[in-house]
């Protein structure tokens, strides 16, 4: 009996997906990771990592018979449909490197080992671009869960900030605010500080409003 197998690929360099995740610190805060959204959720995976099967089976993954090992999108498009779903709203865009073997499918694929190259992070729950890491006020064994948050929304709460997060991970994973993928885009520690402008612009403006109503008033 002819045993069938799938066709190899030998790419030049190796693939590259987009999939969703939150991110997430150990409770010391050595560490930092990605919790998935689906049957791997469970086991927080690194910035680099391997792939191991959730249901404990002594295999490699990806295996043929089992639908263990990372997932990916292919498209970026496909991963921002997801982020629709009010599950997925406050998950990170996580573009990824695809080692390894993997198997092919028509929209995505699944793989044995990843790196994690740009976290884009969405919107903060008032709708205002994220500036920081803040607690989502849930977790898993050893992880607390992170999620986005503007800078008025932060006060009071446990920040991290995307650059320090970057480093723990390692330092070659880029954090980025906003899920979409900007022409020209600025890394996060850089586009960070333009919400700070708002206040500064303002009281610009009503310095000027005072300095007229005092000429018109005759008030020093």
């Known amino acids: 009996m002819r045993r069938l197998r ?31 959204v689906s049957i791997g959720g469970a086991l927080p995976y690194g910035v680099l990592d391997e792939a191991r099967c959730v249901y404990g ?15 990916c999108l292919h498209t970026l498009s496909d991963t921002l449909a997801m982020t629709c779903a009010g599950a997925h709203r406050r998950a990170t865009l996580l ?26 992070v969405g919107p903060c729950g008032c709708g205002l671009p994220p500036e920081v890491f803040v607690d ?9 869960a992170l999620t986005g948050a503007c800078g008025s929304c932060a006060v009071g709460r446990g920040q991290l900030s995307f ?4 480093r723990v991970g390692g330092g070659r994973l880029r954090v980025v605010a906003g899920h979409r993928r900007e022409v020209g885009e600025e890394p996060a520690s850089r586009a960070v500080p333009r919400p700070a402008a708002e206040p500064a612009l303002m009281q610009a403006r009503l310095d000027r409003l005072q300095g007229r109503w005092a000429r018109l008033t005759g008030e020093p």
């Open 6 to 36: 799938l066709p190899h690929e030998r790419p030049a360099e190796p693939p590259r997906g987009y999939k969703l995740a939150h991110p997430v610190v150990s409770h010391d805060d050595g560490r930092i990771g990605f919790a998935g």
């Open 57 to 71: 089976r002594r295999h490699r993954s990806p295996a043929l018979r089992c639908d263990c090992g990372f997932h």
């Open 95 to 120: 573009e990824v490197t695809v080692l390894g073997a993997y198997i092919r499918f028509e929209r995505g694929m699944r793989y044995a080992r990843q790196r994690v190259r740009v976290a884009r």
């Open 136 to 144: 989502a006020g849930w977790g898993r064994t050893g992880w607390r």
């Open 163 to 166: 650059a320090e997060f970057a």
